[in-house]
């Protein structure tokens, strides 16, 4: 099992990005989605989840309204698409899998079996 994050780069304020998630080894429809950031001297935190199935989605509050988190079941690829960026969204972004068919606490990073490498978003002022 592989994500391969990518999309990432320098971007300016008010700007838009789209990351990308791919995978392999697994079928991604079959799979929660999620996206979590990481910036310098913090911890790693929630962005967004999709879930298997119905695909509903969720968001943190600090991008909802900006941030879409969706997902190409015949590329086996998600996506996250950042709108209207600030420098407080400048961070390592990474995307992860689960299998599991139950609920669980999406907004965990713990909860996730499978994780890409990370994509280094910078948001300049």
């Known amino acids: 099992v592989q994500l391969q994050a990518s999309g990432g780069g320098l971007v300016q304020a008010g700007g838009s990005l789209r990351l990308s998630c791919a995978a392999s080894?697994?079928?991604?429809?079959?799979?929660?989605m999620g996206w979590f950031r990481q910036a310098p001297g913090k911890e790693r935190e929630f962005v967004a989840a999709l879930k298997r199935g119905a695909g509903t989605t969720y968001y943190a509050d600090s991008v909802k309204g900006r941030f879409t988190i969706s997902r190409d079941n015949a590329k086996n690829t998600g996506y996250l698409q950042m709108s209207s960026v600030e420098p407080e969204d400048t961070a390592v972004y990474y995307c992860?899998?689960?299998?599991?068919?139950?609920?669980?606490?999406?907004?965990?990073?713990?909860?996730?079996?499978?994780w890409g490498q990370g994509t280094q978003v910078t948001v300049s002022s």
């Open positions: 992860a899998a689960e299998p599991r068919p139950y609920y669980f606490d999406y907004t965990q990073d713990t909860s996730y079996a499978y």
């Open positions: 080894g697994l079928r991604f429809r079959d799979y929660h």
